[in-house]
């Protein structure tokens, strides 16, 4: 099967949306796609290869066309985008006039894949949350051949807001790399290895510091836990206070900045106790989200603490996980305290191993093309 795969992204890059893509991709060619990603050309700060960068063990084809480049407001965001609808069609048009294939595209935006029906070839969409109805964006969902979301919020929320039948979305929700999850590092050797202390308990929070994440809730949490070292992986001291509007850190909470994917899993399993926020004062948080990290702490046999959102509880529950209750300091507090004591933590460790199999990026990959097979 030949695989186009259009996606308005800068690559590599920093955010969790470029590991899902970069893994996406390469779970794809494992299992003998042939794929083309296709980009647009624009300026990286970022040198290394999207093999290197994302630790990925297939290589990933890739074409970059133009786009205009005009700054970084956002009028200046949506000309690139249309300029990237215009010629990343121009180009997959004469392509696919010559050969059998599909066309895969991701809403990284709100129009950026609008023609892409236009070709005579099928379409696919992935959809990572709600939408705004447009007429470009009603155009184009009525003309893909099919719908693959990440989580049932986000299929049962499309569908109505876009009169989709049912049997034209599935629902795949991310997942991860069992070749770095868990890490070959044990908990003494990753905490040497990053420089941390061997006797303090360790509690870590991974990803980038967004507000619709709830990450305020660690600072209060922290200062109720002064016996407990909070390292925050994916962002500064300043992103933290930007993200939250917590000017005080306290001094148990440590902003690490970004890390590269590869690193991740060492800093997990530096960790006593792993954390998943959430919040019921963001839609997309409590709802429509699907964190990679939950399939990664899955895997990595740590204890873990889990908002619970609908979002978060529609991949895991009590036996594998301990949840709490969304923004509240003090329940998060006795959840980590709760997930590191008594006999159920080897329990809740065995199972969320086994729930972790079902969350690979090769498992998804397989109901994809399924889904595709039946589709095309």
């Known amino acids: ?57 297939e290589n990933i084809p890739i074409r970059r066309v133009p786009v205009l480049l005009c700054g970084k407001s956002g009028i200046a965001f949506n000309l690139k985008s249309l300029s990237f609808c215009i010629t990343s069609f121009l180009y997959l048009f004469f392509k696919v006039r010559r050969e059998k294939a599909i066309v895969y595209t991701i809403d990284l935006d709100q129009f950026s894949f609008f023609l892409l029906p236009l070709l005579s070839v099928p379409v696919f ?143 997990v399993s530096a960790a006593d106790v792993v954390l998943v926020l959430g919040t019921k004062s963001n839609q997309y948080s409590y709802t429509e989200t699907s964190p990679m990290k939950i399939f990664e702490f899955l895997a990595s046999l740590r204890p873990m603490v889990v908002s619970s959102t609908l979002a978060n509880r529609e991949v895991v529950t009590e036996r594998e996980v301990c949840f709490y209750e969304p923004d509240d300091p003090h329940a998060l507090a006795f959840a980590i305290k709760e997930s590191m004591e008594g006999d159920a933590v080897r329990k809740r460790i065995v199972y969320g191993k086994e729930k972790a199999k079902e969350y690979t990026w090769e498992e998804r990959t397989k109901s994809i093309i399924q889904f595709i097979s039946t589709r095309s």
Request: hydrophobic share 40%; with cysteine.
């Open 1 to 57: 099967m030949k695989m186009y795969y259009v996606a308005n992204a800068r690559m590599p890059n920093e955010k969790a949306h470029g590991i899902q893509l970069a893994k996406q991709c390469e779970a794809f060619v494992a299992a003998g796609i042939d794929l083309e990603l296709i980009l647009p050309r624009q300026h990286n700060p970022l040198c290394d290869s999207i093999e290197d960068f994302y630790a990925l063990e």
């Open 125 to 267: 969409f992935e959809v990572h949350g709600s939408k705004r109805k447009s007429p470009m964006l009603s155009f184009f969902v009525r003309r893909v051949r099919g719908i693959i979301t990440n989580s049932r919020a986000v299929a049962a929320r499309f569908r109505a807001d876009f009169r989709i039948p049912q049997e034209k979305s599935i629902t795949a929700p991310n997942g991860i790399d069992p070749k770095l999850f868990p890490s070959r590092l044990s908990k003494r050797e990753a905490r040497m290895a990053l420089g941390l202390s061997l006797e303090r308990v360790v509690a870590v929070h991974t990803g980038q510091f967004y507000d619709w994440k709830g990450l305020g809730i660690i600072a209060q949490t922290a200062a109720m836990l002064p016996e407990i070292l909070f390292y925050m992986v994916g962002g500064t001291e300043e992103g933290f206070r930007m993200a939250t509007g917590v000017q005080k850190i306290p001094e148990n909470v440590v902003c690490v900045g970004h890390k590269p994917f590869r690193d991740v899993p060492s800093w």
